[in-house]
């Protein structure tokens, strides 16, 4: 970009003249009506404003328009042309925007013409997230990439719409449009691809906050993000958790267990394979609540699946269980729920309520009631709406982000970590059960010779007749001599459907 920057210094006067020779309407064919305001207070802002061509037009249809541009001297240009114009210059560059981001604005449309391809391919994702967290709820990004040969004097990078659609997909973002079109300058070499962009809108302002806390360049840890995508798991998966506040209009309580419980889970694969969850350490020594529990656990060998609502555990392991959701319990309360805040506010978004005294029973049953012992963790309610509506949005991005923090990690500590490790570890796997294999193992053996009888009748059966309603693994039963034909129903009671259930 700093190169760049020199040849358009170098060139202001020739470029900023071929500039001013075509109008937005030209330039911007297909995206132009869709930058047109909608309702008042509008606010745009212009990367890479070279002349101040679209800036002008953009300001002309009533927009308050912030204009970057890192050329001094393409600066100097805009003013010769536009000098009167109403429209706040700004010197700045991709990928950080430092500048812009302390104006404190939110942009509903945000343009950037002929610029991406000026962005080095490694500074595209920083850049992708820095022109998302500037956006509006609904607000539009509008993007123009150039296909072609760069010209002689002045080097660019190769530009693809799969590579904009996939930035746009961890960043939570919808591809409104897209638009292929030929040069206008008629250049035959280069064609254009015009991509419009939309920010989606709750209508409540959640999105925003989340997306403040998601995207957010600096964090030191993955807890923040562990604790929205705990969140944002039970908003799908155990819904009914969340309880309506009592005393707050619009708020639940979810089991503060709960959470942690899901965050056991998340961490388990994680630490198990070494991946840094923090920027210096490595391991469960950098992570306050792995402590006595948590590493009984990854010692254990226990699969992370096993950690789910109505599980039970007893002896050793159910002590296990219980110190790291314990621990785990502690740290969301003292970390991420203390210091995830409102913005320009020191209130807490998520508020800890209180704990019931803990039970020491032999046997821990996770049921949502034993979960609740550790308190709750309160959620306003539009973030509770916004995770249950938008989860196919959120979840995803929350697992992308926590994959770039552990990569970013992972770099500063020297090590390498392979590209779908972090993704492998981050799946969330249910359990599935069928009895496929139960049928299978039926079959087979049916097939082998061995007869078949129905449990409840004694009756023989064919492998056609088999209708299998349960499977259980020869471990967990008692071996007893060969079956016998069952007892013959009471009086007055149903018989079974003949040969129905083996």
Same mark, same amino acid.
């Given at each position: 970009?700093?190169?760049?920057?020199?040849?358009?210094?170098?060139?202001?006067?020739?470029?900023?003249?071929?500039?001013?020779?075509?109008?937005?309407?030209?330039?911007?064919?297909?995206?132009?009506?869709?930058?047109?305001?909608?309702?008042?207070?509008?606010?745009?802002?212009?990367?890479?404003?070279?002349?101040?061509?679209?800036?002008?037009?953009?300001?002309?249809?009533?927009?308050?328009?912030?204009?970057?541009?890192?050329?001094?001297?393409?600066?100097?240009?805009?003013?010769?042309?536009?000098?009167?114009?109403?429209?706040?210059?700004?010197?700045?560059?991709?990928?950080?925007?430092?500048?812009?981001?302390?104006?404190?604005?939110? @942009?509903?449309?945000?343009?950037?013409?002929?610029?991406?391809?000026?962005?080095?391919?490694?500074?595209?994702?920083?850049? @992708?997230?820095?022109?998302?967290?500037?956006?509006?709820?609904?607000?539009?990004?509008?993007?123009?990439?150039?296909?072609?040969?760069?010209?002689?004097?002045?080097?660019?990078?190769?530009?693809?719409?799969?590579?904009?659609?996939?930035?746009?997909?961890?960043?939570?973002?919808?591809?409104?449009?897209? @638009?292929?079109?030929?040069?206008?300058?008629?250049?035959?070499?280069?064609?254009?691809?015009?991509?419009?962009?939309?920010?989606?809108?709750?209508?409540?302002?959640?999105?925003?906050?989340?997306?403040?806390?998601?995207?957010?360049?600096?964090?030191?840890?993955?807890?923040?993000?562990?604790?929205?995508?705990?969140?944002?798991?039970?908003?799908?998966?155990?819904?009914?958790?969340?309880?309506?506040?009592?005393?707050?209009?619009?708020?639940?309580?979810?089991?503060?267990?709960?959470?942690?419980?899901?965050?056991?889970?998340?961490?388990?694969?994680?630490?198990?394979?070494?991946?840094?969850?923090?920027? $210096?350490?490595?391991?469960?020594?950098?992570?306050?609540?792995?402590?006595?529990?948590?590493?009984?656990?990854?010692?254990?060998?226990?699969?992370?699946?096993?950690?789910?609502?109505?599980?039970?555990?007893?002896?050793?392991?159910?002590?296990?269980?219980?110190?790291?959701?314990?621990?785990?319990?502690?740290?969301?309360?003292t970390m991420p729920a203390n210091f995830i805040?409102?913005?320009?506010?020191?209130?807490?978004?998520?508020?800890?309520?209180?704990?019931r005294p803990q039970r020491s029973a032999a046997?821990?049953?996770?049921?949502?009631?034993?979960?609740?012992?550790?308190?709750?963790?309160?959620?306003?309610?539009?973030?509770?709406?916004?995770?249950?509506?938008?989860?196919?949005?959120?979840?995803?991005?929350?697992?992308?982000?926590?994959?770039?923090?552990?990569?970013?990690?992972?770099?500063?500590?020297?090590?390498?970590?392979?590209?779908?490790?972090?993704?492998?570890?981050?799946?969330?796997?249910?359990?599935?059960?069928?009895?496929?294999?139960?049928?299978?193992?039926?079959?087979?053996?049916?097939?082998?010779?061995?007869?078949?009888?129905?449990?409840?009748?004694?009756?023989?059966?064919?492998?056609?007749?088999?209708?299998?309603?349960?499977?259980?693994?020869?471990?967990?039963?008692?071996?007893?001599?060969?079956?016998?034909?069952?007892? $013959?129903?009471?009086?007055?009671?149903?018989?079974? $459907?003949?040969?129905?259930?083996?």
């Amino acid at each position: 970009m700093a190169d760049a920057v020199k040849i358009y210094d170098d060139q202001a006067s020739r470029l900023a003249a071929r500039y001013e020779q075509m109008s937005s309407d030209e330039a911007l064919p297909g995206i132009i009506e869709l930058l047109r305001p909608t309702g008042p207070l509008r606010v745009a802002l212009d990367v890479g404003a070279g002349s101040g061509r679209d800036a002008i037009w953009l300001s002309s249809q009533g927009y308050e328009v912030v204009a970057v541009e890192p050329s001094s001297g393409m600066r100097a240009e805009a003013q010769r042309f536009h000098g009167g114009a109403r429209v706040r210059w700004v010197d700045d560059r991709l990928p950080s925007l430092s500048k812009v981001h302390k104006l404190g604005l939110a @942009f509903d449309v945000i343009l950037l013409s002929a610029v991406w391809q000026h962005v080095a391919p490694t500074d595209r994702p920083r850049a @992708f997230r820095k022109l998302v967290t500037l956006l509006k709820p609904g607000g539009i990004l509008a993007m123009t990439l150039r296909h072609g040969p760069a010209p002689p004097d002045r080097p660019m990078h190769q530009v693809s719409l799969g590579e904009v659609e996939a930035l746009a997909r961890v960043s939570g973002v919808e591809v409104l449009r897209v @638009f292929e079109q030929a040069d206008v300058q008629v250049r035959d070499e280069v064609n254009w691809t015009s991509v419009v962009l939309r920010m989606p809108d709750d209508g409540a302002g959640a999105l925003p906050l989340i997306r403040g806390i998601v995207l957010g360049d600096d964090k030191s840890s993955t807890y923040k993000i562990a604790l929205l995508r705990s969140l944002a798991l039970i908003a799908e998966l155990a819904p009914s958790a969340a309880i309506p506040a009592v005393d707050e209009l619009d708020a639940v309580d979810v089991p503060l267990g709960l959470v942690a419980l899901y965050w056991v889970r998340m961490y388990l694969p994680l630490v198990r394979v070494g991946l840094p969850q923090a920027p $210096k350490n490595h391991g469960p020594d950098g992570l306050g609540f792995a402590k006595a529990g948590f590493r009984a656990l990854l010692a254990d060998r226990m699969p992370a699946q096993d950690l789910r609502v109505g599980a039970t555990f007893t002896f050793e392991r159910g002590s296990n269980v219980r110190a790291a959701i314990g621990d785990a319990a502690r740290t969301i309360a003292t970390m991420p729920a203390n210091f995830i805040r409102f913005p320009n506010s020191d209130r807490r978004v998520f508020e800890i309520r209180k704990v019931r005294p803990q039970r020491s029973a032999a046997t821990l049953e996770l049921s949502l009631e034993t979960l609740s012992d550790w308190g709750s963790l309160r959620v306003p309610g539009h973030i509770w709406r916004a995770l249950s509506r938008l989860g196919v949005w959120v979840e995803p991005v929350l697992v992308s982000e926590w994959g770039r923090l552990v990569r970013g990690y992972a770099d500063r500590m020297g090590g390498l970590v392979p590209a779908d490790a972090i993704d492998r570890q981050l799946a969330w796997e249910e359990p599935v059960r069928s009895t496929s294999m139960g049928k299978e193992a039926s079959q087979r053996l049916a097939a082998g010779g061995t007869s078949l009888r129905c449990v409840w009748t004694g009756v023989p059966l064919s492998s056609s007749q088999l209708d299998i309603d349960h499977c259980f693994p020869l471990g967990r039963v008692a071996m007893r001599r060969p079956l016998e034909p069952g007892p $013959k129903p009471q009086a007055g009671e149903p018989a079974p $459907k003949r040969g129905s259930h083996a």
